[in-house]
């Protein structure tokens, strides 16, 4: 008796030290999965490049072919409607031909758009050119964060998801630099050829992308369990983990988990577009309505609170702050190119280690401040009969703390969030859905702006976009509970309580107060296996 006491106090001692040791260490991040979530990532280059090639490229097309105000604004904005098509029509190609070839579509519409925009003759030459490259914008923002998520393990998917964002800001920073580039060359090869090389990248991608694996979940939804396998052994932390995963999409697609046969036939209900319609829409269940509201809430309130209309038009935000000369304006949109650049490299960092939400309230928060002051900032320069040095100051710094803010959280928490929390069966008609409602309302946004501010005033369009940014803050704490940690086919099972942030408030003061518990009687435990050990070498 006294030997197997002397056994549990070893094992106790052990188990004592092992709990605090300092060299545990989190688990390496997958390189593999990291290789392909930037293959993938890299299609939101072809956005990113497009939104800010157009803020330089219309102060000269504008020039070159005498276009109105009204004009103009169609020809920045309504890329974002045409992107709609390709959003919609998104989810149901990327589960007949799988994600990879819908990522290689992507780059060859967008190919097809950037070549026609280089070589317009008019203005509806070069309208045509941006509905075909809106197609292939709204294909290759729907499937990079669904594929992303897809391949990623659960200890590194909020990292490797925000990605996507990362390559849309860095495509708005080349745009600006193409910008000043090329401001030099003559004006009517300038702006052309601003458009049209926007097509090299295209071509790169859609090579690239052939060398990626197919997505693990679209495989078993094919039936394919071996080839997912092989994916997910790749892509997983450990073996372990790869067998959990594969457990949990054979049981989202319906498949018996007693089966391992190399290719199978998949239930039709597991796969069945018009099912998947009637789920989401018609006859939701409780938690699908709850993730529908949020997927979709957080696509409309990251454009509804302004970002494009910053982006796009940044040169006419500058001039309207006492920023004159072609050049000076060019200059300064290049400075917000990389503070939103910056921002959103130190976000990519946070999002698994501070988690979703606290950085989605922090970045919103902010976001109302810098656009208040902001339209605070405008409105006294709009009315004063002077140039105030200050308020020319204060509005270009908060024109960057605006971007900071909204790279830090909303920018690429909207994408992890959307493409994260759908159910399989539902995820690519759910995130496409999210992608359009984004789409739909940027193009609102950035069409009607200029006639916005002229209506209002400009300080009075940044008051409002405040104001829906306070009403998305509200939104934000009281329907998104906390995904960091969870695995996806786990999600489902976080939605559909609207109490929950209650309950999670209810549940974080008892954990808090079982690990104070917890503490004191580990050292409790310690100082008696020390004092023991000590009266042994007695």
Not at 111 to 140: C, E, P
């Amino acid at each position: 008796m006294a030997a197997g006491m002397g056994a549990e106090s070893d094992h106790q001692q052990q188990k004592s030290i092992a709990d605090f040791d300092p060299q545990k260490k989190p688990p390496k991040r997958n390189k593999y999965a990291f290789a392909c979530a930037i293959l993938a990532s890299m299609t939101s280059t072809l956005l990113g490049y497009d939104i800010g090639v157009m803020s330089g490229a219309a102060i000269f097309i504008q020039e070159d072919l005498k276009i109105s105000d009204f004009k103009l604004a169609l020809l920045v904005g309504t890329l974002n409607i045409y992107s709609l098509l390709g959003s919609a029509a998104a989810g149901r190609t990327s589960d007949w031909i799988g994600r990879r070839y819908t990522i290689v579509l992507a780059s060859a519409i967008f190919f097809v758009g950037a070549l026609l925009m280089g070589f317009a003759t008019n203005y509806a030459f070069l309208m045509g050119g941006r509905f075909v490259a809106g197609i292939g914008v709204g294909y290759a923002l729907m499937i990079a964060p669904v594929y992303t998520a897809e391949v990623s393990p659960a200890s590194t998917r909020g990292f490797l998801t925000s990605f996507p964002e990362v390559f849309i800001n860095g495509g708005i920073l080349l745009g600006y630099v193409s910008n000043f580039a090329l401001s030099k060359l003559s004006l009517r090869l300038g702006w052309r050829l601003m458009l049209g090389i926007g097509a090299i990248p295209s071509v790169f991608l859609a090579l690239v992308v052939l060398w990626m694996p197919e997505s693990p979940r679209w495989l078993v939804m094919q039936g394919r369990l071996a080839d997912a396998k092989k994916v997910l052994d790749k892509t997983s932390d450990s073996k372990e983990e790869a067998m959990q995963r594969l457990a949990d999409i054979k049981e989202a697609a319906g498949i018996p988990l007693e089966c391992n046969d190399d290719v199978i036939v998949v239930p039709k209900n597991g796969r069945s577009g018009e099912a998947v319609w009637k789920e989401l829409l018609l006859h939701p269940t409780k938690a699908v309505r709850h993730i529908l509201i949020v997927g979709v809430g957080i696509h409309f309130f990251q454009q509804a609170s302004g970002i494009d209309a910053v982006v796009l038009f940044s040169p006419r935000i500058f001039e309207k702050a006492g920023i004159t000369s072609k050049n000076g304006k060019l200059l300064a949109t290049i400075a917000v190119g990389v503070v939103k650049t910056l921002f959103i490299l130190v976000a990519t960092f946070l999002l698994d280690r501070v988690g979703r939400r606290p950085l989605l309230l922090s970045s919103i928060g902010g976001m109302i401040i810098s656009l208040a002051t902001l339209g605070f900032s405008l409105t006294i320069i709009d009315h004063s009969k002077k140039e105030l040095t200050w308020a020319v100051g204060l509005a270009i710094t908060t024109v960057m703390s605006y971007v900071a803010f909204f790279s830090i959280g909303m920018g690429p928490i909207t994408w992890v969030y959307s493409s994260e929390i759908f159910p399989l069966k539902l995820r690519a008609q759910g995130t496409s859905m999210g992608v359009a409602v984004n789409r739909l309302t940027s193009g609102v946004i950035s069409t009607t702006f200029i006639s916005l501010y002229k209506a209002i005033t400009i300080g009075g369009a940044f008051f409002l976009f405040a104001g829906i940014a306070s009403v998305a803050c509200v939104f934000f704490y009281t329907c998104f509970p906390e995904t960091q940690g969870r695995t996806l086919e786990d999600m489902e099972g976080i939605f559909g309580n609207f109490n929950w942030l209650r309950d999670s408030k209810a549940a974080k003061r008892t954990a808090a107060n079982n690990q104070s518990n917890g503490d004191a009687s580990s050292a409790s435990n310690v100082q008696l296996v020390g004092r023991g050990v000590t009266n042994g070498n007695n």
